[in-house]
């Protein structure tokens, strides 16, 4: 168990480390989440006006939810690009080599993605404050928004690294990015889903990132949510990825990293 | 016997390299065509209910919202314009070319015209699409002649501004490094809402003062007015100083790539 730690701590450290270090990393996950938040709570505002769009919170802490756990999810997928980089480099062949449990690699990432997601959300949340975000929910529904977030957050990772392990190179980005996004503005993004019209409401009604973005909106400003449909799709989301990444890192075993 | 080719035959030489080499290349011609597309269904089924905010232009939000898939589409042409200068000095092309008896003009003016036409060529598909999801132009034929004329400077512009980085920087990373910030400015204009409807004061003030703005008022009025002269007078305008702006800045790097 010690060694397992070890090496999750290793990883998470060197990762956070080029996190943090290299402008060329860390600007960009902090730079668009706050683009896409000012870009559509402050561009978008008046959409807040038209009938039947109901929230108490207002209409930037409508858009906070959502670029809340879209900057989670692209958190998760910019890890798997890191994870993507460590094969093209070689390092992931050495690190598989030395570690006995090779999952404990996978958990270092994942907490790479949570640590990176932390940042970022601390940031987003000040700015939100400082342009006057409005925040009717209680500290337990901030939580439980905080942790739709988190695991939106490890599903991309999970998502993302299943398709790292599996292709083992960088040129495999858009095959991590595109679905994430996809699947992100197919959801209600600017109007609630009952506002949506066309093809895109099908597609969010059944989108099963739909409920988490609804619950994080309900939390935000105190209303009542599914609960049950939120975290339930979020922890099913979170046992199908996590099998997918695992048997991913077996096929990057079998292939000698 | 003079073997040199004439300057339209170099002009017409390097144009086909431009075209050939972005047409064989999927990645830059899929995201020009696709992602526009992608965001414009998104937006017009999201976006749906602003119509239903009082003083707003337009019954249907994908006419009002057409102009901001072709800007999207003039930002990609200065991504392939900028990438594909920036290749050839990475790979010593430029160098090359200067022991031949190629006219610098011939090397700018025949890339941009293969940039051109591969953005013309994505205008027709966001057209052809929009009409396929009803989309209406209220000036009719002779608006839809004007707005490739609009749309091809406004692609000129950004692809002039594009060869200027890619030739300054000779590097492609530098090229798309860029390409983040014209996202930016589309959408800190009157991209999504008319400006009048902008509530946040700072957003409308930036949005104001931000030129993407005007270009994207220049297209959409041909879209969802009739003949709005004041709103293209602006955006042609707009169009030919940064067009102006960029060739000047991409004249002047060419000469020290291509030294003889």
């Known amino acids: 168990?010690?060694?397992?730690?070890?090496?999750?701590?290793?990883?998470?450290?060197?990762?956070?480390?080029?996190?943090?270090?290299?402008?060329?990393?860390?600007?960009?996950?902090?730079?668009?989440?706050?683009?896409?938040?000012?870009?559509?709570?402050?561009?978008?505002?008046?959409?807040?006006?038209?009938?039947?769009?109901?929230?108490?919170?207002?209409?930037t802490a409508f858009q906070f939810c959502f670029v809340l756990l879209q900057a989670s999810a692209f958190g998760g997928v910019f890890t798997g690009f890191g994870i993507a980089s460590d094969f093209e480099s070689g390092f992931a062949r050495r690190m598989m080599l030395a570690a006995p449990n090779r999952l404990a690699i996978l958990a270092g990432y994942l907490l790479v993605a949570l640590t990176r997601a932390a940042i970022v959300i601390t940031v987003l949340t000040v700015v939100a404050l400082i342009a006057g975000m409005e925040v009717t929910g209680g500290p337990l529904d901030l939580f439980g928004m905080l942790l739709l977030a988190a695991i939106l957050s490890l599903t991309a990772t999970l998502f993302a690294a299943g398709v790292a392990f599996r292709t083992r190179t960088i040129q495999a980005g858009p095959a991590m990015q595109m679905p994430v996004f996809l699947v992100l503005f197919?959801?209600?993004?600017?109007?609630?889903?009952?506002?949506?019209?066309?093809?895109?409401e099908a597609v969010a009604q059944v989108n099963p990132v739909t409920p988490l973005i609804e619950a994080a909106r309900g939390l935000i400003s105190g209303d009542a949510i599914d609960g049950l449909l939120a975290y339930g799709i979020g922890a099913g989301l979170l046992v199908v990825f996590a099998a997918w990444a695992v048997s991913g890192l077996r096929r990057a075993e079998a292939a000698g990293g | 016997?003079?073997?040199?080719?004439?300057?339209?035959?170099?002009?017409?030489?390097?144009?086909?390299?431009?075209?050939?080499?972005?047409?064989?290349?999927?990645?830059?011609?899929?995201?020009?065509?696709?992602?526009?597309?992608?965001?414009?269904?998104?937006?017009?089924?999201?976006?749906?209910?602003?119509?239903?905010?009082?003083?707003?232009?337009?019954?249907?939000?994908?006419?009002f919202a057409m102009a901001f898939a072709f800007m999207q589409g003039a930002i990609f042409s200065m991504m392939n314009s900028g990438t594909d200068l920036a290749r050839d000095v990475e790979s010593g092309f430029l160098k090359r070319l200067a022991m031949t008896p190629m006219r610098r003009t011939a090397l700018l003016v025949g890339q941009l015209a293969g940039v051109l036409a591969v953005t013309l060529l994505s205008g027709v598909v966001y057209l052809v699409v929009g009409l396929i999801a009803g989309v209406t132009v209220e000036t009719?034929?002779?608006?839809?002649?004007?707005?490739?004329?609009?749309?091809?400077?406004?692609?000129?512009?950004?692809?002039?501004?594009?060869?200027?980085?890619?030739?300054?920087?000779?590097?492609?990373?530098?090229?798309?490094?860029?390409?983040?910030?014209?996202f930016v400015a589309l959408f800190l204009s009157s991209a999504s809402l008319p400006r009048e409807l902008i509530e946040q004061d700072w957003f409308r003030t930036v949005a104001t003062y931000n030129p993407v703005s005007y270009l994207v008022e220049g297209i959409r009025s041909l879209f969802i007015f009739d003949w709005d002269g004041?709103?293209?007078?602006v955006a042609?305008?707009?169009?030919?100083?940064?067009?102006?702006?960029?060739?000047?800045?991409?004249v002047r790097a060419l000469r020290t790539q291509v030294v003889r």
């Open chain 2, 230 to 233: 004041q709103a293209l007078a």
């Open chain 1, 1 to 59: 168990m010690r060694r397992f730690a070890d090496v999750t701590g290793a990883v998470w450290w060197r990762s956070i480390h080029n996190f943090l270090t290299n402008p060329a990393f860390f600007l960009p996950s902090i730079i668009f989440p706050l683009f896409f938040f000012t870009a559509f709570a402050g561009g978008l505002s008046s959409v807040g006006d038209v009938p039947g769009f109901d929230f108490p919170a207002g209409y």
């Open chain 2, 236 to 250: 042609f305008a707009i169009a030919a100083a940064v067009t102006c702006v960029g060739l000047a800045g991409a």
């Open chain 1, 186 to 200: 197919l959801a209600p993004v600017y109007v609630p889903v009952e506002l949506l019209s066309g093809w895109v």
């Open chain 2, 140 to 182: 009719g034929v002779a608006g839809v002649v004007v707005l490739f004329v609009l749309f091809g400077l406004i692609g000129l512009a950004f692809a002039s501004l594009g060869a200027f980085v890619g030739l300054r920087s000779g590097s492609a990373e530098a090229v798309q490094g860029f390409f983040p910030l014209f």
């Open chain 2, 1 to 63: 016997m003079n073997t040199v080719p004439s300057l339209p035959a170099q002009v017409a030489q390097i144009a086909r390299r431009s075209l050939l080499r972005t047409l064989r290349q999927p990645a830059q011609i899929v995201p020009p065509v696709i992602f526009p597309l992608f965001l414009l269904a998104i937006n017009a089924s999201g976006l749906d209910a602003a119509t239903m905010i009082p003083g707003f232009p337009s019954d249907s939000y994908v006419d």
